[in-house]
Each structure stands twice: as structure tokens, then as C-alpha cells.
């Protein structure tokens, strides 16, 4: 089992920034994947940009310049930097994580945290 908190979500002008944290409750040395999706209203979940066990980093092409995955492993949380903020922008943000389960794979979602882009 791993319990995903995020946190960060607030209304910010059009070029603003935001830093989304999810604190995971167990090592993140022990999860397959993290990172970060969105949902805006209508349309389907996409990804932002999550960490792989391989070490390799993926961003939504719709973010990539603008938007920084990190984590800090001894706080067993990942951060969003999200800079030069759009309207389209708007969303709520869900935290994943990938866990092996068996032969497959299991899916951890947070509760959602909303980020709204507006003047």
C-alpha cells in the first residue's frame, strides 16, 4: 500500500509558478514510478511528467521547458516546479505511484489538488 498527500495547488496569474509536493508514506526507493497527472474538466487524465525505475524522467509534451520534476528521497516526496503558467494550465493534479504487484503492476492515486491559471 502506499497513501499519496499532495499539497500546492492555488490560483495563480497567467506566468506565475507553482511547486506541487506529494509525500508518499513509504520509501520511494520502493516505488516502480511517481510522478505527476492532471484532469481538466472534459477532458481525459494526462501526464504531466513522472520518474521511471529506470532513472529516466517523461514530461507531458505540452509542459516540457516549463515544467520541473524532482524528489527528495529521504522525505519520501516529489515535487512539481511548475513555471510560466497558462491558462490551459488549469487543472487538477493527481500524484501517482507504480507499484510491482505480482507479475503486474499496481496504481496509487492522491486525492487531487487544484491549480487554477486565471487574471
Known amino acids: 500500500q502506499v497513501q499519496l498527500v499532495e499539497s500546492g495547488g492555488d490560483l495563480v496569474q497567467p506566468g506565475g509558478s507553482l511547486r506541487l509536493s506529494c509525500a508518499a508514506s513509504?520509501?520511494?526507493?520502493?516505488?516502480?514510478?511517481m510522478g505527476w497527472y492532471r484532469q481538466a474538466p472534459g477532458k481525459e487524465r494526462e501526464l504531466v511528467a513522472r520518474?521511471?525505475?529506470?532513472?529516466?524522467?517523461n514530461y507531458g509534451d505540452s509542459v516540457k521547458g516549463r515544467f520541473t520534476i524532482s524528489r527528495d528521497n529521504a522525505k519520501n516526496t516529489v515535487y512539481l516546479q511548475m513555471n510560466s503558467l497558462k491558462p490551459e494550465d488549469t487543472a487538477v493534479y493527481y500524484c501517482?505511484?507504480?507499484?510491482?504487484?505480482?507479475?503486474?503492476?499496481?496504481?496509487?492515486w492522491g486525492q487531487g489538488t487544484q491549480v487554477t491559471v486565471s487574471s
Open positions: 520518474f521511471t525505475s529506470g532513472g529516466i524522467t
Open positions: 501517482n505511484a507504480v507499484t510491482i504487484a505480482g507479475l503486474g503492476t499496481k496504481d496509487y
Open positions: 513509504r520509501s520511494i526507493f520502493t516505488i516502480n514510478a
